[in-house]
């Protein structure tokens, strides 16, 4: 069965509901188990007009399931896509109140800045290289509106997959001055090393990210537009987070970005 608009709209104020008034709900798949991909992205776009109704405004977009294990693993052979709008986003080194999150953890990531436009199909490397002005450190707090943390791949991409805060910090540098495949990461809790990685981990290199999610766009009858930041996927497993927390990103030649709970 085909999902109609109405029930397309009921299923993106259901999610949107969860995240204003901090209530988790089970999957969406578990009331449609019939819903087509196309329609999970139906469901986020809903959810991103009515933010853009209610007076934010796009800032960029972001990547997950950037592992080629992970998307093996789930049947796959893309990433899953969402945007940024700018209530998402908090100041470097500020207090996240977790009172107004379900369950969050928080991502390592490497995120672009675009000077150009971008568009598809046909998006590759050299176009990304040649369209973004900078890259630098990210933290994603992602916020899953599913109880217990607990969906299928159409359900979080109809949840916006699960994005809920990012800051970003450290130093931003040239995109094609650095090897990014190479650059390392270290993600530390509290004073402690809790995680390690490097951009390799997404897709073998994170402009890679940046291609895919131009020619999703492009499907979508959508543009990159120049100015977006793009937070490319966490580097490494995502880490619970709760209050009293404090998190540090050291990213070679990057600097660092801390955000505290």
């Known amino acids: 069965m085909k999902l109609t608009k109405k029930i397309i709209n009921k299923l993106a104020e259901q999610l949107d509901n969860c995240q204003l008034n901090v209530e988790d709900t089970v999957k969406i798949t578990d009331q449609y188990p019939e819903m087509s991909w196309d329609e999970a992205y139906a469901v986020q776009e809903n959810i991103l007009q009515r933010k853009l109704s209610r007076g934010a405004r796009l800032v960029g977009y972001k990547v997950g399931l950037t592992s080629h294990a992970k998307m093996h693993q789930m049947g796959v052979d893309s990433p899953i896509f969402g945007f940024l709008v700018d209530e998402y986003s908090v100041n470097e080194a500020s207090i996240v109140d977790t009172n107004n999150l379900i369950h969050p953890k928080v991502e390592p990531e490497l995120c672009f800045i675009t000077r150009d436009e971008l568009s598809g199909p046909g998006c590759n490397v050299a176009n990304v290289l040649a369209a973004c002005d900078l890259v630098l450190p990210g933290i994603e707090i992602i916020d899953s509106r599913y109880k217990d943390f607990k969906f299928d791949l159409k359900s979080v991409i109809a949840d916006n997959t699960s994005a809920a805060r990012f800051v970003v910090g450290g130093k931003a540098v040239d995109a094609n001055s650095i090897d990014l495949a190479t650059t390392g990461i270290v993600l530390e809790k509290n004073g402690e090393q809790v995680s390690y990685g490097a951009g390799a ?26 100015g977006s930041l793009i937070f490319t996927g966490g580097i490494t497993e995502a880490v619970a987070v709760s209050a009293g927390d404090n998190i540090n990103l050291r990213v070679q030649n990057l600097g660092s970005v801390s955000i505290r709970f």
Do not use: D, E, Y
């Not at 290199?205 to 120049?226: C, D, F």
């Open 201 to 226: 981990a997404i897709l073998g290199n994170p402009t890679v990210a940046v291609a895919l999610l131009v020619n999703h766009l492009s499907k979508r009858g959508h543009v990159l537009p120049a």
